[in-house]
């Protein structure tokens, strides 16, 4: 059985979840990127300042293109705090404010995700997902070079 945009519905399925768990961790790491920006203090305030709004911005757009990208697939996105807490492999980021320590949270981050999205991948490939893997092979380009960036900042 397909859904109506022909997908094998049982791996349709099978990828509303594993969407779902992207969606939860990325509304982490959204929600450490705004406290990283509110609260990074030090000689590199203004351009971490930044840096972290440029990626909470981007994280932004990725929930919304996830979120409708499992409505799509005919499931329904996670939408409640405690959903993402649950779900989140990505843990909150309480009271750092160096560079060093912000910096490497996020690259920590975007490693989870990067994981997340390369299990999405072969899942996608395999239904047949072209929307999925077009979407998702962007996000991994995106980060990828966000993590070599981050890397090469801290030394």
């Known amino acids: 059985m397909q859904n109506t945009i022909g997908i094998n519905q049982v791996k349709a399925d099978e990828l509303v979840t594993q969407l779902n768990d992207l969606l939860a961790n990325y509304q982490l790491y959204y929600q450490n990127l705004r406290a990283f920006h509110w609260n990074i203090t030090g000689p590199s305030f203004f351009e971490l300042h930044v840096k972290f709004e440029e990626l909470y911005d981007a994280a932004n757009a990725s929930i919304d293109e996830i979120a409708e990208r499992i409505l799509t697939l005919e499931g329904q996105p996670l939408h409640t705090f405690s959903d993402y807490l649950n779900a989140s492999k990505i843990k909150e980021a309480k009271g750092l404010s160096t560079a060093k320590e912000t910096v490497a949270t996020v690259i920590d981050n975007l490693g989870t995700l990067i994981a997340l999205e390369r299990e999405i991948l072969k899942s996608a490939a395999e239904a047949d ?6 979407m998702v092979s962007d996000y991994i380009k995106e ?12 030394g």
């Open 143 to 154: 980060q990828e070079k966000e993590v070599w960036m981050l890397r090469s900042y801290v």
């Open 129 to 134: 997902d072209e929307g999925t893997v077009s």
